[in-house]
């Protein structure tokens, strides 16, 4: 009797464990019911080539002002002959290109492409967006295979391409960018990450099943371009230090990791070190990544790491950094004067993804109990091997609960994924996701997380400083506690996510303090604030 009676504890606390609570943070596919029909394409019947494999990623941005962010996709395409190993027998009908959907505000959003000007033709890598010339429009740049764009924001729902006026010429296959004011002159530079020096008429095809890897193609140097506040940019590449490295760059990020006031530049890189170029103030910047540890793999390897994101995940006011990666995915806990350490298997993260290769991630408080998590998404590296997501709640203290399996089905659904970016686009106070599927359709995940936990999102609106607020430092203080957090402009693999800046308050019904240390230099203090909204904080 008492053998029956272990075994129904047993099975009752299995089900117990395999129903969520009502407060477990959940996602539901919204790609349906927000009219958005994106489908990637690699341009080629089956992968074949290192360039279909890469994939592409996408940038959340208020083009027209209306308080909803909007979004922007990029996109392969079958280019010309003798680039694929495998051609596609018919040519789609339209041509794969770039989107750009508009938010409708309700839920929805309306394909406005043609009319904006941005199919850009090109076999699209990433984009990343930011007011380059403080007219108060957001403008678009985009990456590629062959070039890159540089798009104005006409301000009346069009974009001008502005390549060769604004002096920014990248050649060969840029990828992973980012925006930066690295002077702090009140105007956003451009740091341009490169990948490999691709040729499509090599076909060392070592394994029976494999195609030529990044290893087999040149190296190349990423670009810093100089904003000149006049509407062009300068190339600095060489003058800044930064084009004495060659690297294979997949993912490219800035903030001011040490917090000396100067944002920092980080890239991942493809079976390359990382490097992490140090701003010295003199529009110069020194490589440091292998003296603060942040230049290998947990086996002190090169490995293919992927997308990187600056957030302070353990609650001490420093920004840390996670790195996605084909192995082991990377936590690295800044530890000030002593560099960084890795705590991703202590954390709870590295075991749990080491069978899966990551790509596109985002560090958010997706349930705004006042802790980070942070979601990944995977897919196969050679091959179109679809696997699962993951989802790692926050404790707070650099330790995290996997609870990928509560989330909701849209996590459990296998996809091969590539870039992610992530927004509130429905201004609920929950950060969403959307993610690039290589060779099929794209997916949105509205958070759908249901509690009594309270959040703010702030926008930032620079005078002297750049208008978007790029690297503003924002200090919040709340129900005793104190999070920090910096305004980026292009992270995590191939994309760019909402600018505006989301803190989750848990129980707490106000914001005692919020602190705003701009770019400027200025520091700007409001207290006393009401919580569940967007606040807009404009630089004195």
Known sequence: MKSRIFILLVLSSSLLAQAPPSNTIRFEDATAKSLIQFTHSFGAQKLGSLLESTGSGCVWFDFNNDGFPDLYVASGKPLGEGIHPYPLKQLPAPPPHNHLYRNNGNGTFTDVTDQAGVAANVFGTAAIAAD???????????????????????????????????????EGWSISSTWLDYDRDGCVDLFVGRYVKFDPKYRNFYPADNYPGPLDYASDTNRLYHNNCNGTFTDVTDKSGIGAYKGRTMGATAA??????????????????????????????????????????????????????????????????????????????????????????????????????????????????GALDIMIFHGGLVHLVPQEQSLFRGLGNGKFVDVSRQAGAVLEAKTVSRGACFADYDNDGKVDAFVVNLGAPATLLRNITRNNNHWLTVKLKGKKSNRDGIGAHLELLAGGRKQVAERTAGSGYLSQDDGRVQFGLGSSGKVDKLTVRWPSGQEQVVESLAVDRVLTVEEP
């Open 132 to 170: 380059y010339d403080n007219d108060g429009f957001v403008d678009l740049f985009v990456t590629s295979y062959g070039k890159a764009i540089f798009y104005h924001n006409n301000g009346n729902g069009t974009f001008t391409d502005v390549t060769a006026k604004s002096g920014i010429d990248v």
């Open 256 to 369: 001011d990791y040490d917090g000396d006031g100067y944002p920092d530049i980080y890239v991942s890189n493809d079976k390359t070190e990382n490097f992490l170029f140090h701003n010295k103030h003199d529009g110069t910047f020194q490589e440091v990544a292998g003296d603060l540890g942040v230049a290998y793999g947990q086996n002190g390897e090169s490995t293919s790491a992927m997308g990187p994101v600056f957030a302070d995940v353990d609650g001490d006011a420093r920004l840390d950094l996670f790195v996605t990666d084909s192995k082991y995915n990377r936590l690295m806990r800044n530890a000030g004067a002593n560099g960084f350490e890795d705590i991703g298997p202590a954390s709870g993260i590295s075991q749990a993804n080491a069978q899966y290769t990551s790509w596109g991630s985002g560090v958010y408080d997706f349930d705004n109990d």
